[in-house]
């Protein structure tokens, strides 16, 4: 099973709620990965866990919070976003956080919209 | 810092023939890795193709082949008889490695259509 699993596909919420996004993998990777992707852009790193313990936050705003209560789940609570944070999230994963060859294995993501 | 340059926005081909889509890259980091990925609009991101900086031969997976020059810092993606399927964005990307971890870093992308 080389699957990462996002939760939900889409989510549209107002700038006043509190929403999560959940994902979940069961490769036994130890790295997990929080992106965010604007439209025609490319994806832009947001969070790093490694062995369940945060690594990397690249200065994101802290209406952002990430989660790990697992290894194999990793979670991004929402709150009081703005709509320019409407964007594709996407969740990966890798065997640890410099592992090779193929390293990286991508969630389908979920598009966020604030209204 | 390392960087990722991919020149061409766009990219047309007709159905069956071959196409080069270019990704040049910088960094100091003496081990790194190369990746290829497609994100059709649905927008998860597949993996294509991988290269590592010390692989003596140029990557292959099935249709894609990885023309890597270490000298001249380039890592262009080949994909041979293209498929209305293959259109999608196609994205080079470079994991470094730092004292705080590895890193993934894409380029900004080649839109490309396969035209039948």
């Known amino acids: 099973d080389t699957e990462v699993t996002q939760t939900p596909k889409h989510l549209v919420m107002g700038m006043t709620n509190k929403k999560s996004l959940k994902c979940e993998q069961h490769?036994?990777?130890?790295?997990m990965y929080w992106y965010k992707q604007k439209a025609k852009k490319p994806p832009e790193l947001m969070f790093v866990?490694?062995?369940?313990?945060?690594?990397i936050n690249e200065s994101v705003p802290s209406r952002f919070s990430p989660e790990c209560p697992n290894s194999s789940l990793l979670n991004l609570h929402l709150h009081a976003l703005q709509p320019e944070d409407s964007a594709l999230y996407l969740c990966a994963s890798s065997p640890d956080w410099a592992s090779v060859p193929t390293g990286w294995y991508f969630g389908p993501g979920t598009r966020l919209t604030v209204t | 810092a390392q960087k990722i340059t991919q020149t061409q926005p766009g990219m047309f081909v007709q159905e069956k023939e071959a196409v080069t889509l270019d990704c040049t890259y910088d960094?100091?980091?003496?081990?790194?890795?190369l990746f290829w990925y497609k994100q059709p609009s649905s927008g998860e991101m597949i993996f294509l193709i991988y290269q590592g900086s010390y692989d003596q031969q140029n990557a292959t997976e099935g249709r894609y082949s990885l023309n890597f020059q270490k000298a001249r810092k380039s890592a262009n993606l080949v994909i041979s008889a293209s498929q209305l399927g293959d259109s999608a964005m196609y994205f080079c990307?470079?994991?470094?490695?730092?004292?705080?971890?590895?890193?993934?870093?894409f380029g900004e992308g080649t839109q490309l259509t396969v035209n039948p």
């Open positions: 960094t100091s980091d003496p081990s790194y890795g």
């Open positions: 490769m036994g990777h130890r790295a």
């Open positions: 990307a470079m994991r470094e490695t730092q004292t705080s971890g590895s890193r993934l870093t």
């Open positions: 866990y490694s062995y369940e313990k945060l690594s």
